[in-house]
């Protein structure tokens, strides 16, 4: 019995077949080869190691040059 | 009651009570000719058809992944010595093809940076301290986020917050990025909305929102709340949000997108083939009453200067984006493709009115950065189908928006079985003849990314000044997940 003031979590539990039905465009796919998979990026490059930069430095420092006149290599 | 009819002095007398139920609705207006009516005209620029449309989208090509690229962008050290490959730092995006009958080259290509890229855990003021959420002041339009650390004219926000331009006013190329409180402890993964405090048990939550405004001297970052969105503690987004950031935490920027359709673009273009037709070439024209004072963009070969806006060039041709201003459209080219206006939360209450066309800044005829429809519409830009359909796809649900049709003549269910047997067609259509018939003509990513229609929305995607978008930079990933360089001739795993 949750207390006042707690987060009630509010979702409806679906059944089996309620999830199995929903899947519209979930359907077998046929294919040769893996499948295309991509880093999902939150956690690139992380931790630091030595000699590396972050994306976030690395984007002020262009644009930081950027402004003063130097060109991209 | 009535009047006279038929008099010598016609029918000028007082005009009779209208019948309620022989009153016609008025279907157009005065001056529009053949142009649908403004209901017709509101249901197409209606949000909520480009989200459905997109969900169509989604279940029809999103499954296939024909036309998927993913990549790396390699961001360039114009003075630094870069790092090691490997070890350099990345944006990472995929930009996915659109089979599209209508489009000349026959695929619309919509591309999505993936979302906390940018990291807030490393930016640091002069002595070192780490710039999290010190502190949130609120009014009825905005959040003032003070960061931690001491800022001051000499020592202002860093790159790309704040850059310092020799030649002007500073840049601030973060200004319309979505910032997102996602990140608890330096270092870390940013929290999604599942994840769980485990202290408390209880979910994190954080809250979404566009920056509007960066003063770098004073540390503050100026958020806009119409807009924003919270993942709230019970696992549902609200928007917009109802609470503030969460001091201590770190800031990263939001996914965003971009595409190269004449909605997302807001230009349309003129058609040198017909491909759902036959075969003939066409010379384009600009119907006068369209000549708009606007600017067109001219793709130039980077070493010569000359025009070269071939579709498919050498991966090692690098080309710049030429920008003319003060001059009319280029006839045929690009035309004004209609507007979209807010309005307004500020006291002055105003319509945005529409685009002016002054809608980028530039700096040494390099675009730097793009607003005209960077006004965010609940959670989001002003997304196209094809941008829905990438949300859908990524198996984030986006919102439905509000703005349903109205006035269809059919019942909405009609209309939307419809819209699904319309995008079956078409969509087998375009999947089978297009694609080929595109495949042959253009080049697909990274080797098109400096194209007359893709290059101004990697601008977009990326937000790096247009110079920086450099074949080069890109890395692909093949089918097997490894990556390859297409400018040093590299090629995908067969």
Sequence with gaps: ?73 | MGSKSGSSFGSFGAQDAPLINKIKPVTTEFSRGSVPNSIARMDRESAWTRWRRGYEIACYVGIQHGLTYPFEYKVPFPVDIAPAEGNQPLILGVVQGFPTAGKEFGVHWAGCRIGAILRFDNVTDSSGTLASIASVVEDDEYWYVQLAGSWSSANPLPPPLYVPNPSGAPLKPLLGETLEDRIITPGSSPVTKDTLNPATDKRYGYVQAVLIDVDGENGILKLQKSGSFQASPDNVYLTPSAGAFTPGRYFTVGTRYACSCQDFSRRSYAFMMNLSEKETRRFPYTRPSLLKYGRHELITDANSGTIDNRAMTDANQNRDLTLTTSSIDNPGVFTDFGGRYLRNIPADGKAEGPTTFVDYTAKDNQITSFSDYWTPLLDEMRYCKHIYALRFEEGILPPEPSDLPVGTTESLTAWEQNLVRETATSKKHSQYITTLRALALMDVPPKNFQSPQMLPMMQKLLNVPTSFIRLENFRMQDKTGAFYNPSAYELPAT
């Design chain 1, 1 to 73: 019995m949750a207390d006042f003031g707690e987060v009630i979590e509010t979702r409806y539990v679906l059944s089996r077949e309620q999830l199995e039905a929903s899947k519209f465009g979930f359907s077998p796919v046929y294919h040769s080869g893996s499948p295309t998979v991509y880093s999902p990026g939150d956690v690139v490059n992380l931790p630091y190691v030595s000699g590396e930069v972050s994306s976030m430095t690395a984007l002020g420092n262009a644009w930081a040059a950027y402004a003063s006149g130097i060109g991209p290599t």
